[in-house]
């Protein structure tokens, strides 16, 4: 599975942004699919998951009310939306996918995931 996440930029702060990820080459129907971030000096960040059933989702306490993921698997596509963004989210925004184990599988840890894509930069201004 080859991930491509995109959608990062420069914004404001209590701006809003839509990262999206996508595969080539291959469905994302059948994985967990999870966002991470990484700020400079700092470790890689559980920001959101959305597991193999559409619906059943998981949020960082950091962003939790700031942040949605969904899922259209039709499109191959997994969105992860932020509003209200804050210079402390500034980041590498990565996803990643894992086959999932259960409909309701959500893993949080970067080491449960084996494929990931590359980064897309979000920069909040103060």
């Known amino acids: 599975v080859q991930l491509q996440a995109s959608g990062g930029g420069l914004v404001q702060s209590g701006g809003s942004l839509k990262l999206s990820c996508t595969t080539s080459g291959g469905s994302l129907a059948g994985y967990a699919v999870g966002w991470f971030r990484q700020a400079p000096g700092k470790t890689r960040e559980f920001v959101a998951i959305a597991a193999r059933s559409r619906g059943t989702t998981g949020i960082a306490g950091s962003v939790r009310g700031r942040a949605t993921i969904s899922r259209d698997d039709a499109k191959n596509t997994v969105d992860l939306q932020m509003v209200g963004l804050k210079p402390e989210d500034s980041a590498i925004y990565y996803c990643?996918?894992?086959?999932?184990?259960?409909?309701?599988?959500?893993?949080?840890?970067?080491?449960?995931?084996?494929?990931w894509g590359r980064g897309t930069l979000v920069t909040v201004s103060s």
């Open positions: 990643a996918a894992v086959l999932a184990t259960s409909d309701q599988s959500t893993p949080a840890r970067d080491y449960e995931y084996r494929y």
